[in-house]
């Protein structure tokens, strides 16, 4: 399996933006999914995660009540919306897939990745 992140950008503080993340092969709709994120100096960090049947979610404290994870099977495709954005949200952005239904919160609970996508909030 293949993931391709985009999305990323430069946002001032308090913008938006959705990452999106297309996954090849056949075994997306049997994976979860989720979004991590790593700034410089710092340890990849857990954002995300959604089950593949979409019917659980989690989020890392800090980003509750802003970011959204969201999937379209149809699609193979995982979103990451971020609303509210903060300069501490800046790093990049990596999606994961792990061969199980319900999403890990640590990095090794995943078996595929992204190629990452940065994201940048200026204060």
């Known amino acids: 399996v293949q993931l391709q992140a985009s999305g990323g950008g430069l946002v001032q503080a308090g913008g938006s933006l959705r990452l999106s993340c297309a996954a090849s092969?056949?075994?997306?709709?049997?994976?979860?999914m989720g979004w991590f994120r790593q700034a410089p100096g710092k340890e990849r960090e857990f954002v995300a995660g959604i089950s593949a049947s979409e019917m659980t979610t989690y989020y890392v404290g800090s980003v509750k009540g802003r970011f959204t994870i969201s999937r379209d099977n149809a699609k193979n495709t995982v979103y990451l919306q971020m609303n509210s954005l903060k300069p501490e949200d800046t790093a990049i952005y990596y999606c994961?897939?792990?061969?199980?239904?319900?999403?890990?919160?640590?990095?090794?609970?995943?078996?595929?990745w992204g190629q990452g996508t940065q994201v940048t909030v200026s204060s």
């Open positions: 092969g056949r075994t997306f709709s049997n994976s979860a």
């Open positions: 994961a897939g792990a061969s199980r239904r319900l999403p890990g919160q640590r990095p090794y609970e995943y078996d595929y």
